[in-house]
Nanobody
């Protein structure tokens, strides 16, 4: 079965960096769009970043553009999210999700497979 496992969360001070990883298994990795989403307490899950099947195209939420970078390693079946200059408002549970196909949707409902999430706390 398809499994997505996130890692790399933790506690960091504002201005610091973290690197999240999403390890995928049970799927043909090159056929799936991979997205990162986050959910803060009391808020809806929101789009963070998405990467195309080839890795050649990426898209970001305005709130993270210029600070976060998404990348994928097809040999290792992993997608990484490098997060720099973190802010307290980045505090949330972060999830990776996979969608079969070519369209890089930014809506959570369009993604079928989800990881269990990893938590990030950014202290001020």
């Amino acid at each position: 079965q398809v499994q997505l496992v996130e890692s790399g969360g933790g506690l960091v001070q504002a201005g610091g960096s973290l690197r999240l990883s999403c390890a995928a298994s049970g799927l043909t990795f090159s056929s799936y769009i991979i997205g990162w989403f986050r959910q803060a307490p009391g808020k809806e899950r929101e789009f963070v970043a998405v990467i195309s099947r080839s890795g050649g195209s990426t898209s970001y939420a305005d709130s993270v553009k210029g600070r976060f970078t998404i990348s994928r390693d097809s040999a290792k079946y992993t997608v990484n999210l490098q997060m720099n200059n973190l802010k307290p408002e980045d505090t949330a549970d972060y999830y990776c999700a996979a969608r079969l196909g070519a369209v890089p949707y930014t809506t959570p409902a369009e993604y079928r497979y989800w990881g269990q999430g990893t938590h990030i706390t950014v202290s001020s």
